[in-house]
C-alpha cells in the first residue's frame, strides 16, 4: 500500500530534532510520496536540502504563503520565480488568502495569489491553496482565472457541501486531513457523497495532528489515521482509499 502525504512541511524546525526518524516512521507507515509546500524564502535552502536527502520521497513546492505576505510581497514573488526557473518543482503553492490573522493585507493577498496563480499557468503547473475564512474572496479570483489550465488543490479543506463543490467546479481536488477526525470537524458528514476521485490525503505536519493526537505535534506517520477515518466514511477499505488518492495525486503533480 503506497500512501501519498500532498501536504507537508518537513522542512519545519519542529522537525529538527528528529527529522530522519519522523521520516522513517512514515516511510514504514507506507508514506513513499511527500509533496512539500513553500511558506517563504527563508525556508527555500532548508526545503532543497530535503529533496538532496530523501530524492525519491520527496517533491517540493515553489510559492509565498498568504501569512508571508507582506510589503516585501514583490521581491518574494521575484524569489517564486527564481525557484521555478532553477529547480524542478511539481506546484507552485501554497498560495491564497488567509483573513484569519490580518485582514488588512487583504489587497496585496489578491495580488500574490493572482501573481502566483499566472505563475503557475506560465509554467503548466498545479496550484494548492489555503484559505482561511476567505471563501469567497478565493472563489472570487479562481471565478475570474478559471480556464483548462487552472488546477490543483484545495488544502485542508474545511468548507460546506456547497463550497466543496464550487472549489470542484474549478478543477480543484479537496485536501482532507486531519480535520476530518475532528467531532467539530463537521465535513465528515457530507464528505461520503463527493466522489473519491476528487478527493487527496495529506497531513499539514507539524499542524492539525489528527485524533488521538490532536494538539500535539504532527506528521506524515499520522496519514495512517486519516486514512482509517476516510475508510470508515466512504466504507470502503484503506487500501482502496490509498490507491485511489494516491492515484489522484499523480494525476494532478504528474509524479
Given at each position: ?94 498560495i491564497g488568502i488567509d483573513l484569519y490573522w490580518d485582514k488588512t493585507t487583504l489587497g496585496i493577498q ?38 483548462n489550465d487552472l488546477f490543483g488543490i484545495f488544502h485542508c479543506f474545511t468548507g460546506t457541501i456547497a ?28 464528505l461520503n457523497t463527493i466522489d473519491l476521485k476528487h478527493i487527496v490525503l495529506e497531513t499539514d505536519a ?50
Amino acid at each position: 500500500m503506497i500512501i501519498t502525504d500532498t501536504h507537508t512541511h518537513l522542512y519545519s524546525e519542529a522537525f529538527d530534532q528528529d527529522r530522519d526518524a519522523m521520516m522513517q516512521r512514515a516511510i514504514a507507515a507506507g508514506v513513499k510520496r511527500f509533496f512539500v509546500p513553500a511558506i517563504d524564502s527563508t525556508y527555500t535552502k532548508a526545503m532543497l536540502q530535503l529533496k538532496i536527502d530523501y530524492p525519491e520521497y520527496v517533491f517540493l513546492m515553489a510559492g509565498l504563503h498568504p501569512t508571508h505576505v507582506k510589503n516585501t510581497f514583490k521581491d518574494e514573488l521575484k524569489h517564486v520565480q527564481e525557484v521555478l526557473n532553477k529547480h524542478t518543482v511539481v506546484a507552485v503553492g501554497e498560495i491564497g488568502i488567509d483573513l484569519y490573522w490580518d485582514k488588512t493585507t487583504l489587497g496585496i493577498q489578491q495580488d500574490a495569489f493572482v501573481h502566483q496563480i499566472q505563475l503557475a499557468k506560465k509554467h503548466k503547473l498545479p496550484i494548492v491553496i489555503h484559505c482561511r475564512e476567505a471563501f469567497n474572496e478565493v472563489f472570487e479570483i479562481l471565478e475570474q482565472e478559471q480556464g483548462n489550465d487552472l488546477f490543483g488543490i484545495f488544502h485542508c479543506f474545511t468548507g460546506t457541501i456547497a463550497q466543496a463543490h464550487k472549489a470542484i467546479s474549478y478543477n480543484m481536488a479537496l485536501g482532507i486531513g486531519g480535520v476530518v477526525t475532528f467531532k467539530n470537524g463537521d465535513i465528515d458528514q457530507f464528505l461520503n457523497t463527493i466522489d473519491l476521485k476528487h478527493i487527496v490525503l495529506e497531513t499539514d505536519a507539524p499542524y492539525l495532528a489528527p485524533v488521538p493526537y490532536r494538539g500535539k505535534r504532527n506528521e506524515s506517520c499520522y496519514i495512517a489515521n486519516v486514512l482509517k477515518k476516510m475508510s470508515d466514511i466512504y466504507t470502503i477499505s484503506e487500501e482502496k482509499i490509498a490507491e485511489i488518492t494516491t492515484q489522484n495525486s499523480k494525476t494532478i503533480f504528474g509524479i
